[in-house]
């Protein structure tokens, strides 16, 4: 699978960023083949101003008054595009926050991270990030939103990942949490981002996983492709469920990990699906 990220920089300027802006902030080299840059003029109609209200609107936690994004007032959206064959992890990461951080502090608005659907303002970008010449630390989980889709009685939710692409997997899923646990999967979907992101794991339907910490395996299957989830990501995800280790098993859901967490507020299903792991692993190629 191909890695790919894409960002854009609003401002309300209508000049052209200085040639020299991302060498002038010591903004990583990066093969120009992997990369591209490019100013887009925005008026009333154009889909990246849509996707900037509606990212706003409905983030978590809300962005404060002061900050919040002005699109009527926005000339033009500076976009950045990474792509190449493997992981951006660590070179082509580098670059693309160098390349948005120099653009933010000369924009002074909002940034879309549109690989995982997040918006960030150019003061929040800055303390996540670092500014220009000035880098944070790499942090998998910035680059990648966890989104939940909740039933109608607010039961149980569904959890997803927005932006694996950059690391050249497919996103993260994990079905029917109840909803006691869903701060506990988040946690273990961010833990699953980081792992993937700085080792390349592959975790992938037929894998096992460890997390550590004391916390029981699980392992990842495919999904119905009709699953509203696969429509919603435009993809087959991965689907991390409990791993029954001595049958080798996937179990349906993370009540096995929840409850190792603390993070139930009631008893798992007395009867759960289970399904050998063996009808998911790749077929092994025949010894020579």
Do not use: C
Not at 5 to 29: H, Q
Not at 232 to 247: C, F, I, K, Q
């Amino acid at each position: 699978m191909d890695a790919h990220a894409s960002y854009a920089v609003f401002t309300a300027r209508a000049d052209d960023p200085p040639a020299a802006l991302l060498k002038d902030a010591g903004v990583p080299a990066l093969d120009p083949a992997a990369w591209t840059l490019a100013a887009r003029p925005v008026a009333g109609d154009e889909p990246l101003l849509e996707i900037l209200r509606t990212l706003a609107f409905e983030r978590e936690p809300p962005i404060a008054k002061r900050a919040y994004p002005t699109p009527h007032l926005y000339r033009q959206a500076i976009t950045v595009e990474v792509a190449r064959g493997d992981s951006l992890y660590p070179d082509a990461v580098a670059f693309a926050t160098g390349a948005v951080s120099a653009l933010a502090q000369w924009a002074d608005g909002p940034v879309l991270d549109l690989t995982a659907e997040r918006i960030w303002t150019a003061r929040e970008w800055a303390k996540r990030f670092g500014r220009p010449g000035r880098p944070k630390p790499f942090d998998a989980r910035a680059h990648v939103s966890v989104h939940s889709s909740w039933s109608a009685d607010g039961a149980t939710a569904t959890l997803h990942t927005h932006g694996m692409a950059k690391f050249a997997h497919r996103e993260l899923v994990a079905l029917d949490v109840p909803d006691a646990g869903t701060r506990a999967a988040g946690q273990l979907l961010g833990h699953l981002v980081a792992v993937r992101a700085t080792t390349l794991e592959p975790l992938e339907p037929g894998h096992t996983f460890d997390p550590g910490f004391g916390q029981p395996m699980v392992a990842f299957v495919p999904l119905d492709a009709d699953h509203p989830v696969v429509g919603h990501l435009g993809a087959a995800p991965s689907v991390v469920v409990d791993y029954d280790v001595e049958r080798d098993e996937a179990v349906d859901g993370l009540f096995t990990l929840l409850t190792a967490a603390k993070a139930l507020d009631r008893p798992a299903p007395a009867e759960r699906r289970r399904r050998p792991m063996a009808a998911f692993r790749p077929e092994q190629e025949p010894a020579s």
